[in-house]
């Protein structure tokens, strides 16, 4: 509720993604009702967009608070307001993904790069063995991981030994994951994908000084483009 109540304060512009289909627009969030027990988003000026809105089963909703991303998925919105004035009433999330800050720095690993992280699934997943998921972020403390689409079930808990990181320009790490947390993400083009958000519970005495050689190196890349030097 607190969290709702400080984006609409902030008029945190949100870009809504509808399902099904793949229709999408910028929006607001209003408020909460008196009782604080629905979200009110606003309506789009395209009477088209708000006539999908009202069909839809699910908004994903996707913004940014104090740099914080933040995503929460808002369930069979129904119209409400005036004509002039269109807005939409749903149920509070029962789940908000937040990405706050961490005790170690993280870094996206760069779209030009294939990041990969092989963990040995076990018996539970019908013998399939290692699988190579490809890392969204890293750091010191951990790694985010893109869940394929189909056969495999994570939980949190679920702590996985003899996995390897392998970063470029290294030997591949040996790592135990713990996984912490799972969210359902849409990209930037749309997509929804399965987030795994894992902790390292033991990493070779020397793994982090590699894991934040990487980090810098990426870094100082990213640091020399912005500047027009790459």
Known sequence: ????HRLAAERALVTAYLAPGNQSFLTLILGLTPEDGAVLLDGSSAEAINRQVERAERVTCITQLEGVRVQFSLEHPARTGTDASP??????????????RRDFYRLSTPVTQTVVCTIPLGANHGGRGRVDMRILDISAGGVAVAVPPSGIHLEP????????????????????????????????????????GCQFSELPAHAESVIQRYIMKNERLRSARERGRL
């Open 1 to 4: 509720v607190q969290l709702f």
């Open 87 to 100: 807005m939409f009433g749903t149920p509070l999330p029962t789940e908000v993904l937040r990405l706050q």
């Open 157 to 196: 808990g679920m702590s996985f030994a003899g996995c390897q990181l392998k970063l470029p320009d290294s030997e591949p790490i040996p790592a135990q994951l713990t996984v912490r947390n799972l969210f359902r993400l849409v990209t930037r083009n749309g997509i929804a994908m399965l987030r795994a």
